[in-house]
């Protein structure tokens, strides 16, 4: 339906303004110049935007996927809140994955580590958390996440937009730096596509002029956050439970999660910003807020075909969809953990969380810096990250007994010892080849971690790029529990 220049004006007036500080959202999409052909537009690497499943699917026989995202940065705190979330168990009996689009600043790498090891996705959020950002301030925190937290660069698929603030310009980025996806653009009824690729460009957020920027990325998905509507019919996207009371949004919640399952199945979201739903002394206390948001989940599970999935498993399916019959079978959704033989610093070893949310374990690297701190199964950095240099030279020599091995580009870190510097897989079946490796690595005590013959082209053909030293000025754990409340 084409709108009219007053329709949209008045549309934009009465948009809702989200909780984190988000642009305004408009309850009806723009007219979109968006065209794509489904003859030459085909999967698994091309797709067309759509309200429809994919495959020529039947919505009754397609899955319901949901997913719960958390954005910012992780913490032990933060973390519990999210366990609490995503406790309920998919139809296979494994437990629910979410993903995590995290910020650097006040982030411990171990608890990184830990969220990716247990089968969770890590995504790409910011070094410092700002709207529009720069092509350094995404290459930082990648780097950041693959250095200190041990997450292979081709397993960092994804990328949010802070404040979902987001360009032409920052899809370019997000597609030269090789990302498998964006997820910063926003569904509501009219435009509540499924996931597409940006082979011809976007089709969501038109009333910002996205779609007629000429924007076209082959092989880049998009994967729209889905907005709930309130009483009022009025968007909203992160942190709807701010937006009423716990009955109204439980309410809400259940009235447009049925509007997905009952119609053609598009994905349902539930995005949070952890802080919010974490008791912290001195604040006030948020307990019967998130009960409502686990209880809303979990009469959302209790529904037959309904999956809680991470936004990379939802790709997965996305590129090869298959009937809601036969997700169990498929490997992506299995959850076995690996069996190394002995404990080791993968993620999975064992970590002591102190009353005040301090980690340790005999394995785990402390590196403090005065305003900052973290734990690592890798190597500290001998100074301070910042946005200029992301990743400083190690305190260590890879002469040193005690140097931490990097992550190689043929190994999962799952499977990787950095203590032995020994890949414990052994079989194909974990096998792992991680095409994404930065080219030009500019650290120089990386070790064997660098392979000169490692492609710099993504499993999709895009080109990868090295990551530019970035920079931050890390401040006080006690401040973050304020700082990213927005």
Known sequence: MKITSAILFAALATAVLAQDGTPNIPATSTASSYSCDPNTCKLPTCLCASQSPPGGLAPADVPQFVTVTFDDSIQAKLVETAHELLNVKNPNGCPAKGSWYVSMEYTDFSLVQQWYANGNEVADHTFSHVGSPSAQEISAARAMLHEYAGIPLGKIQGFRAPFLNYTADTLKE????????????????????????????????????????????????????????????????????????????????????????????????????????????????????????????????????????????????????????????????????????????????????????????????????????????????????????????????????????PVPDNCDSIWWDPVAGQCLCTTSSCAYKDTAVPINSTNSAKGNNTDSSSSNTGSDGAIVVAPLMSSAIMGMAAIAVTAFFF
């Open 174 to 405: 997000v597609a030269q730096q090789g990302f498998l996806y964006d997820s910063s653009s926003t569904g509501v009824v009219d435009d509540c596509n499924w996931p597409y690729t940006l082979d011809n460009g976007m089709a969501n957020d038109c009333w910002t002029g996205i779609c007629s920027a000429g924007v076209k990325l082959p092989g880049v998905w998009e994967i729209p956050m889905y907005a709930v509507l309130d009483k009022a019919n009025m968007p909203q996207l992160m942190d709807v439970y701010l937006a009423g009371s716990v009955s109204d949004v439980k309410s809400w919640t259940q009235t447009n999660f049925d509007r997905h399952y009952n119609g053609n199945r598009q994905p349902f979201g539930i995005y949070v910003h952890p802080t919010h739903l974490t008791t912290y002394t001195g604040l006030p206390d948020p307990s019967e807020m998130k009960k409502g948001v686990v209880e809303a989940i979990q009469a959302i599970a209790a529904k037959p075909d309904v999956w809680f999935v991470s936004n990379a498993q939802l790709l997965e399916w996305m590129k090869n969809p298959v009937p809601a019959s036969q997700l169990a079978n498929q490997s992506y959704m299995k959850c076995e953990l690996p069996n190394t033989g002995k404990e080791i610093c993968n993620g999975l070893e064992n970590i002591t969380i102190s009353d005040v949310g301090v980690v340790s374990s005999p394995l785990l690297n402390m590196c403090n810096f005065n305003t900052t701190n973290w734990g690592t199964c890798f190597n500290c950095p001998s100074s301070s990250p910042t946005l200029d240099n992301p990743t400083p030279p190690s305190t260590v020599q890879t002469s040193d007994a005690k140097y931490r091995h």
